[in-house]
């Protein structure tokens, strides 16, 4: 259990600009911060950071919170992870119970993965670092290879001991379940007995987001045919090849701080660049390349630069995942490595002012390369050029940007010697069928319309006198302005002070008013709990304990525009509601209960409908004529 003051030192420690943008590119606009939401697949940022209150909001798919609430959802943490994550972000110090095998089981199963994974990785460096074997056989290979010690440590990289149950019988006998061993992908259970997934390899742990251990990826050095050169974790509910790449953790940093990400496709390609001083690089991994990974680099830059040897049918094959990265909005550079070398035997063999040299120079657009690279293939065969036309159409059309369509077609048509309206004839053709496949299945947010007249009717059900609004507007002036007062005049000679918060909650106890909405209701409750002429702290709500109520308050209190500054240049003054105070509360207030009065008089005019007597219409008159006179 953490201290109640630790929590706070946390929470008051943590910027949740600096924590968000550990995950995601910022940048400023005004007194915040935007950027790709990394919740929901969108184009146009609708993300935004407030430093000043402490929160994040997204505009597109509602998501909101603070610097732990963020952890939390994006990492898939519980509370004390994401509290014992941001702690250890910023050096404030946590006491640790021990782990002991009771307590292991204590924790659920994706924690236990988690620890599982972290505790063997430990033991792979130890391995690497401290046997003779790891050390005569791993460290040697490592050493041969050009990596130096610094950089072993850097990638944790480690060795898996030439033995079928060695780390298997380790994990188990430190109090680590056999379901839990299996469920990693460490261990493969047969005969009711585990063994090792990985034997005699070097090991390079994968790493998610925040450096945790997910998976593994093996290299074998025994020279075996029937064993695969490199071995993966398989996917776990932890590891999801998809959404993964490795060192993804190490790069994130300089992919913001460069605004380009370099993509290449093996571990030791990663780690080669890195020991070189070239940071903004990560891998595939040997898989195809996925949506999920492309959407993982758009959280940090819009520009790849794809790293390739020179091997043109492995190009060949990439060319799908490159079509994906073009539609989602993104710039795709090549460059190609000359003929016999990668990027690890060229980072290995030269200095880092020669690499990045040559990746300056060799960097070309993917659209020419593509079409430079088949151009030549198709001499003297009209069928084959006039596919590969197609072909590179079909690419640009990926393109989501219109101008950016445009300069495209311009430099192919100069490239392959066709009229530039022909290729445009030919992509319009392309986006008009890309088009009617979208009408065949329309949807609202992904969610397919099986009757547009229910949807059409339901979106016309609109209430006059819904509350919600309102009810909303009470609460958010009382959390932006709690401890504000302002001065009310009572009659003509007697005036007196008014805080916000005390005269709000009298107005509406005077009334008896209550709220439809539950999460606003409890937000009222918390406010009365609350002495009167406190010292109100907004904070205190938006890292509310119950996660309804902080995030209610931050939807609240968040504005999705603010005010240019071109409005004060041009003499254009705007009052804040503070500025206007006494009345933003009571024409607010007022408004409120108004509308009650008016649901009020609906209801009764409902029931005089179906009066059963004239009594009871008598006195159903005589209450509507009463409150009649509180309506303007």
Not at 406 to 424: A, G, K, R, W
Request: hydrophobic share 35%; aromatic share 10%; with cysteine.
């Amino acid at each position: 259990m953490i201290k109640t003051e630790t929590i706070q030192t946390i929470f008051e420690t943590a910027r949740v600009e600096e924590v968000v943008g550990d995950f995601v590119s910022l940048r400023k606009r005004g007194a915040n911060y935007l950027g790709l939401c990394p919740f929901h697949d969108e184009k146009t940022p609708s993300f935004s950071v407030s430093p000043s209150k402490g929160i994040y909001k997204c505009f597109g798919c509602g998501k909101a919170g603070n610097s732990v609430k963020f952890v939390m959802e994006h990492e898939h943490y519980s509370y004390p992870e994401a509290l014992k994550w941001l702690a250890k972000k910023y050096n404030i110090e946590i006491e640790e119970e021990q782990m002991s095998p009771e307590r292991q089981q204590e924790l659920d199963e994706k924690e236990s993965m988690f620890a599982l994974n972290g505790f063997i990785s430990k033991y792979f460096k130890n391995n690497l670092l401290k046997s003779s074997e790891g050390k005569t056989i791993g460290l040697s290979y490592l050493k041969e290879r050009g990596f130096l010690e610094s950089t072993i440590a850097k990638f944790e990289i480690g060795y898996a001991m030439d033995s079928w149950n060695d780390y298997s019988d380790f994990a188990e006998k430190n109090g680590y379940k056999k379901a839990v061993i299996v469920k990693t992908g460490l261990g493969i259970e047969k005969d009711h007995r585990l063994i090792d997934r990985f034997k005699g390899r070097i090991m390079f742990p994968i790493h998610n987001l925040t450096g945790k251990v997910i998976g593994f990826g093996g290299r074998i050095l025994s020279s075996t045919k029937t064993a695969a050169k490199y071995l993966n974790s398989p996917e776990s509910e932890i590891y999801l090849k998809s959404k993964v790449l490795y060192g993804i953790y190490f790069a994130r940093t300089e992919m913001v701080k460069l605004d380009n990400c370099y993509l290449v496709e093996g571990y030791t390609d990663v780690v080669s660049l890195h020991q070189n001083g070239i940071l903004n690089v990560v891998a595939s991994s040997g898989t195809s390349l996925t949506v999920d990974q492309i959407k993982l680099i758009k959280r940090f830059t819009l520009n790849i630069t794809i790293l390739y040897d020179g091997d043109p049918a492995g190009i060949k094959a990439s060319f799908r995942g490159i079509d994906l990265i073009l539609a989602q909005g993104m710039n795709v550079k090549i460059v190609l490595f000359p003929e016999g070398e990668d990027p690890d035997s060229y980072a290995r063999s030269h200095r880092t002012s020669e690499i990045e040299e040559y990746i300056t120079k060799q960097a070309k657009d993917f659209i020419g390369f593509k079409t430079n690279l088949l151009l030549d293939e198709t001499k003297g065969d009209p069928n084959a050029r006039t596919k590969l036309i197609k072909e590179i159409v079909q690419t640009i059309s990926h393109i989501p940007d219109g101008i950016g369509r445009t300069v495209f077609i311009q430099e192919c048509s100069s490239i392959m010697n066709v009229p530039e309206q022909t290729l445009m004839n030919q992509l319009n053709k392309v986006l008009r069928q890309n088009l009617d496949k979208q009408k065949q299945s329309p949807d609202i947010s992904g969610v397919k319309i099986a009757d547009e007249k229910a949807f059409r009717s339901e979106q016309l059900r609109f209430d006059p006198l819904e509350l919600k609004p309102l009810e909303e507007e009470v609460i958010k002036l009382m959390l932006l302005y709690g401890s504000d007062s302002f001065l009310l005049k009572l009659d003509e000679e007697e005036s007196e002070q008014f805080n916000v918060i005390d005269f709000v909650l009298d107005e509406l106890d005077n009334d008896a008013i209550k709220f439809d909405d539950r999460d606003l209701n409890n937000i009222l409750d918390e406010l009365r709990k609350l002495e009167t002429g406190y010292d109100y702290r907004q904070q205190s709500f938006i890292n509310h304990p119950d996660s309804h109520i902080s995030e209610t308050v931050i939807n609240l209190i968040t504005d999705q525009y603010e005010l240019s500054n071109n409005w004060e240049k041009n003499k254009i003054f705007v009052k804040s509601g503070k500025e206007i105070l006494k009345d933003y509360v009571m024409s607010t207030v007022l408004s409120l209960k108004s509308k009650h009065v008016a649901r009020k008089l609906r209801k009764i005019s409902e029931a005089m409908k179906t009066a059963s007597d004239q009594a009871e219409l008598s006195l159903l008159q005589m209450e509507f004529h009463e409150l009649k006179k509180y309506r303007p």
